[in-house]
Nanobody, 112 residues
Framework: QVQLVESGGGLVQPGGSLRLSCAAS????????MSWYRQAPGKERDLVAG????????NYADSVKGRFIISRDNTNNMLYLQMNSLKPEDTAVYYC?????WGQGTRVTVSS
């Protein structure tokens, strides 16, 4: 089955960290660039970070530069987003995207 499945979301205090994971299946993962998006309540879905198919190139939204790290494991068909120094404005549903596919999303809430 061709799909992306996110995990790792949850409730975290400001300044904390979370690591999101995205498991890809049903397609040749290593051939595709991948991205993380997020959608906050009442807002549009925005790009957070992207990574090339080899992992050699990455890009980040200005709002997360220096705090988030996108990475991938092409052996195990996994995409990751390490999120550090989390802020309340990072609260959103986070989605994995690639090969024109979307996962179901994982919710991240940053609150004290």
């Amino acid at each position: 089955q061709v799909q992306l499945v996110e995990s790792g979301g949850g409730l975290v205090q400001p300044g904390g960290s979370l690591r999101l994971s995205c498991a890809a299946s049903g397609f040749t993962f290593r051939r595709y660039a991948m991205s993380w998006y997020r959608q906050a309540p009442g807002k549009e879905r925005d790009l957070v970070a992207g990574i090339s198919n080899t992992g050699g190139d990455t890009n980040y939204a200005d709002s997360v530069k220096g705090r988030f790290i996108i990475s991938r494991d092409n052996t195990n068909n996994m995409l990751y987003l390490q999120m550090n120094s989390l802020k309340p404005e990072d609260t959103a549903v986070y989605y994995c995207n690639g090969r024109q596919l979307w996962g179901q999303g994982t919710r991240v809430t940053v609150s004290s």
